[in-house]
């Protein structure tokens, strides 16, 4: 029996256990936040679900209507997810400009 394992089963192993461990009710915040940065949508979800009652109160005081409070926290996950994006694309800008101004 060949119990020997690659790279690749390891590094699949340990992000199906990092993302387990980052979504369970137990995992902290500053786990949940860095896994998700790694893109683990998992985590993300967790984080929306467990602070999903605090942004609703506070877009509710800047709405004062539940519905258009509701349509506030029901877009800011697509939002994150946007400023991700922009936030790699102006990365890879600045490392372009830095490396063409030498």
């Not at 979800?45 to 539940?66: D, S, W």
Request: with cysteine; glycine share 0%; proline share 2%.
């Amino acid at each position: 029996m060949n119990t020997a394992h690659t790279s690749n089963d390891i590094e699949s192993s340990q992000a199906t256990f990092a993302s387990a461990v980052a979504c369970s009710d137990l995992a902290t915040d500053e786990t949940l936040v860095a896994t998700a940065k790694m893109g683990d949508e998992q985590a993300f979800e967790t984080l929306v679900k467990r602070y999903r009652p605090r942004i609703l109160a506070l877009a509710l005081r800047y709405t004062r209507v539940r519905e258009d409070a509701e349509d506030v926290v029901q877009q800011i996950p697509q939002n994150v997810r946007l400023l991700e994006q922009l936030r790699r694309k102006i990365l890879v800008l600045n490392m372009a400009n830095a490396y063409h101004s030498m």
